[in-house]
Nanobody, 119 residues
């Protein structure tokens, strides 16, 4: 069994910063791509940022230059540094990881953490 546990969400004023963290634990052999998604009320879940095992990254156009994704392969963690936050960034943020166990490869999701940006 594998768990992804997120932390770091909260309420911040526009222009402020937050850092989200996600730690994977359990029967993990290795982790492939890891990423952050978000879902605002009434909208579909969307990719915010993703990183491969070799730390290649890609970002949604709306967050380029403001958000930075990073990972620690030794600790099975992924983080999202969010700067210059805007009210449109308000959403529930979900961590995602493609986990390889001894038997198979499975896509896991965290429980979500709320980010609210006030104007």
């Amino acid at each position: 069994q594998v768990q992804l546990v997120e932390s770091g969400g909260g309420l911040v004023q526009a222009g402020g910063s937050l850092r989200l963290s996600c730690a994977a634990s359990g029967s993990i052999f290795s982790i492939g791509p890891m990423g952050w998604y978000r879902q605002a009320p009434g909208k579909q879940r969307e990719l915010v940022a993703a990183t491969t095992y070799n730390r290649s990254t890609n970002y949604a156009d709306s967050v380029k230059g403001r958000f930075t994704i990073s990972r620690d392969n030794a600790k099975n963690t992924v983080s999202l540094q969010m700067n210059s936050l805007k009210p449109d960034d308000t959403a529930v943020y979900y961590c995602n990881a493609r986990v390889v166990t001894m038997a198979r490869e499975i896509n896991y999701w965290g429980q979500g953490t709320q980010v609210t940006v006030s104007s």
